[in-house]
């Protein structure tokens, strides 16, 4: 009874939030602009729900920012305005700092750490983290949950799902999955409440990426780590302007390193960090790649890493019709009239263009957007397992095209993608 009291309470904060940000401004400006200038209309109704996001707190942030992502069913428009979604939740003060402490270790706060430093060296909408020092002398970083925030957050996407069967039931969205797409946005964002599995998380990236010259993923303590909280290494001078302060030959080997590690995911290992946003990639003046924060990471079946690592190496060797037939072999739906030689066609001529750009000229991005639009049109529902992969790998392209702008990122693929598909750096591939 008292949570279905706070929910209702909750809904009618949001409701109320709703009502007085977003009605006035969609009916003042929306209709005018709609009424001259479509898209710039619509322009302005995406920009003002994403400053309602913001309005209604971390929650709805996150899940702005992992709707944003799904470039394959939304708007690109609306996309676009998503991305620029940040948090912009104040760190914990010294009290709430300790109020948390308490919650992760109780008593034995002082049997773990020697000291405690209580300003944030990083703050997000989840958690803060720490620097600290362990009874046994490291020097670590300690990242604690926000107290409270799985309850807010738990209601708020309680009434996220509600509004989602809503809509669902719209002819507007018939055909469009919506339950099942706020589903899997719902699962990423409990998931980076779940401090236990991403601990298990860096792990496993630790070990998978140590394969790859110059990736730093950050030592776990786990006899230190609560569920509530992730004591790590801690990396010193992080910054984000750092490559902007390397050489040129510096930069190139920060591209190559940081592609390295996210092929090594995607086409070897299967496990994917799908977050690897400026706020999660750091370089260092050692000509290291640091990987961080393992909260939004996916693994893939070992049916799916392989299609999509054939789905790679067929668009690197520009066999078009190949990588199409890929992707409907993948596809979680396809609609019951679909043009499936359509598709084909239309696929594997992108599959074709691509191939033959220079690499100065190829765009993973501007192929993944066409690569959606002809989903949409043709009815394609992708699987979601692969999205959020392969929008990972979006995420890093303009960080590593501002390191190198004339990688090609198609070459740069094929080792591992041999390993992936082969077991081997070398010899020719024989896709069928």
Known sequence: MRARFALTLRAVRVTGTVVAVAVPALVGGSIRRLRYDRAAGRRHIYQRLVVLLMVL?????????????????????????????????????????????????????????????????????????????????????????????????????????????????????RGVPVEEVVANMAGAILGQLDFEREADNLRRLRKNLSEVPRVWVPKVYPEACRPRCIVMEFIPDLAVGTADQCSPVTRRRFAASGMAAMYQMLFVDGFVHCDMHPGNLYFTRGAQVVVLDAGFSVQLSDRLRRLFAEFF?????????????????????????????????????????????????????????????????????????LIFPLLSLLV?????????????????????????????????????
């Open 313 to 385: 190496m067929n668009m690197a060797i520009g066999r078009g019709r190949h990588a199409a037939e890929i992707v409907l072999r993948s596809a979680a739906k396809v609609a019951e009239d679909a043009d499936l030689e359509g598709f084909t066609v239309r696929m594997a001529d992108l599959v074709e263009r691509s191939h033959g750009q220079p690499a100065s000229e190829f765009s993973l991005i501007a192929f993944a957007m066409e690569m959606f639009d002809l989903q949409r049109r043709f009815g394609i529902n992708a699987a979601p397992e």
């Open 57 to 173: 707190g971390p929650t709805f942030v996150k899940a702005g920012q992992v709707l944003g992502t799904r470039r394959d069913l939304l708007p690109p428009a609306l996309c676009d305005e998503l991305s620029l979604l940040q948090d912009s939740v104040a760190p914990l003060d010294a009290a709430q700092t300790a109020v948390a402490l308490a919650e992760a270790y109780g008593a034995e706060v002082d049997e773990v750490f020697a000291s405690v430093d209580p300003r944030p060296v990083a703050s997000g909408s989840v958690a803060s983290v720490y620097r600290a020092r362990l009874r046994s002398g490291q020097d670590v970083a300690v990242k604690l949950r926000r107290p409270g925030i799985e309850r807010t957050m738990s209601e708020d996407l309680a009434l996220i799902r509600g509004g989602a069967a809503f809509v669902a039931r719209l002819p507007l969205f």
């Open 396 to 432: 890093i392209e303009g960080t590593i095209r501002e390191l190198d702008p004339n990688l090609d990122f198609q070459e740069a693929a094929k080792p591992q993608l041999m390993r992936g598909l082969f077991g081997t750096d070398g010899g020719r591939p024989t896709l069928g």
